[in-house]
């Protein structure tokens, strides 16, 4: 009982194969180039031509494997000639069939395998050209396995052709019938070069009918160049010189009928017939593998979507600067906005707008300089210059050029670019170091406000070392509960009584006490971390405001502040309104505080979101308003409650006249729009009367007290409560 399927007709294909009489032979030089071949073209280091016989399969040629032959039983090749086309196992430790069998478990440790079934002219699958790797390979393509096959079909002839070399005048007939069917011209000619078989193949490839061309000298498809050549080694070889190219196989040029010229594949075979010599060939037009291995190089060189040079290309270009000792400056360039042109357009769009960017690049920068796409929003200019000022120069030009508006489906799309500058100055700098370093340049170019060319700087990578040293510390302390939320009161300035509190994070080190928020917040507002640890700060504000109402402080408001990162989330409105009902606290209570460079950087994501929770009665609130850039442009288009002016304008010995100058301005501003105004940093009373003056609703700062935890605030204000009640107040 076999554990491996078998053909019905299995017998007759034995016989079949039997009649090629090429088990347990010889190599043969013919076979092996084709193996080369396509161990070359689709680089893998194991090629087979495998022959299946009775209970084993013989090799009859082989790359990349030290045994001529394995039992049946162990053979993907006799799964390959159940097939009608090309069987492929992208790994075979995962695959059922095989997944126990002796060649995946031990050496050769076979994971990919592709066969190609060698079909005769029967219609059996005597064996199969395969392919095999130690390493799973996800990707076959259909293109890949058309290429197989046709290189399976040039292995099958070439078999024929041996066959019929063997075979007497029957076998000659069964010739006639192989070429008129294969799509490969096969031509025979006698000693004095002229043809005497052409099959229907060769009237489509070279344009000669089989009428018009018996009889013809060989030379009608030999172009001028190579004729004196081709007849001098015909006649040395019909002469009973040494047969130096037949059996190999060799890529040259044929001549059409029309004149023109096309690649072609030739194996040529001799044989004599009544004493005469007689010479074939197998002619293949190998114009569609050269183009598709033109564009599998192509492929591996460039970008598909926008034609630019890829990353291995990139790679490829600075070691060979490298080794050569050239400087080099290499800037990467990020756009700014991409993100919202795909969330808010779709992937078409965003396709739009990268090729029209790689487009902008390619015609800013001189023809020989590399432009290059990494992947996503993010490309390379290569520059020979290594002049800090004229690489600043260009990158500022190329982001000049990307900020132009791009024109899709008749409305403009607005982006921008940030772009980081390295310089390799002679074979120090490798590519992952000179890329790592445009990086960093470029991590500060987008922190500084985006839009920006940075140069890099050994400061830069300090900095990095000591970012990824606090993340990683902010990282157990999450794990660690070490946050804590503290409360700092809000007061309304008409009679000085509590309004709200604003919700802060501290970090209670277990070594350094409380960590400054200046000192960590910075990264852990651009970290993974960012989403949950603001999401935890909701829920326990609004728990703990909750509780606090319940306790007495009736119309008591919380202020939390918000992350950028946790726009980016698509569920965050939902977010929002899982923590208010989970907590039973009232959306009219909860204030959003959000500042402008977050409105700036997420502009197409936020609005959604916030009107939406705006009409459940969330409040949203402008942070530090004033210090920007944009606000007026912002109050109009977004649905804000509460100005929240900046403690820089309020407290501190700078102070001046034009700060209160901008407290009444921005108190008047927001009356215009019918917002309440809450000032920030109030210290001392004569700052709290200049506010009452202006009118300004409530303040915040040390004079009503510093940030506290939650038992002290709840100490301070609900003991005041309590006792009221109790004195009938």
Known sequence: MTLYPMPNDDEKRIEVLDSFALMDTVPEQEYDHII??????????????????RDRQFFKARIGLDVCETRRDVSFCTFAIMEPAVFVVPDASKDERFRSNALVMGHPNIRFYAGAPLFTSQG???GSLCLIDSKPREMFSGRDQQILQDLAAMVLQRMELKRLERESEASHNKFIHITSTSPDAIICANGQNHITSWNAAAAEIFGYSKEEALGKPLDIIVPDAMRVRHGTGLAKVAAGGPPRIIGTSLNLTAKRRDGSEVPIELSLSQWTESGEPQFGAIIRDITSRLDAIRQLKHAAEFDELTGLSNRASLKHHIQRSSEGGDPLALLLIDLDGFKDVNDTLGHPAGDFVLKAVAERLRNSVPSHLMVARLGGDEFVVVSETVDPLQATAIASSLIAAIEEPIEFNNEPIHIGASIGISFKLGTEENDDELLGNADLA???AKADGRHLVRIFTPELRQKASKKGSLSSSLRQAWENQEFELYYQPQIKLSDGSLSGAEALIRWNHPNLGIV???AFLPVLETSLLAVPVGEWILRTACAQAAQWQNAGLKSFRIGVNLFAAQFR??????????????SDFPATSLELE???????RNEQRIMEPLDHLRSLGVGVAFDDFGTGFASLSLLKDYPVTRLKIDRSFVSGSERNNRDEAIIEAV????AGFDLKVIAEGVETREQEEMLRQYECHEGQGYLYGRPMKAADFTHKYL??????????V
């Open 36 to 53: 080369q071949m396509a161990s070359r073209i689709f680089d893998v280091p194991t090629v087979l031509i495998s022959l299946v016989h």
């Open 124 to 126: 059996h699958a005597i």
């Open 442 to 444: 470029l991590y500060q």
């Open 516 to 518: 400054s928020p200046g």
């Open 569 to 582: 989330t698509r569920d965050f409105a939902k977010s929002v309104e899982d923590a208010l009902a989970d």
């Open 594 to 600: 959000i500042t402008e460079n977050i409105i700036l």
């Open 667 to 670: 108190i008047k501003l927001a």
């Open 719 to 728: 003991t005041q409560v309590t006792n009221h009640k109790v004195l009938g």
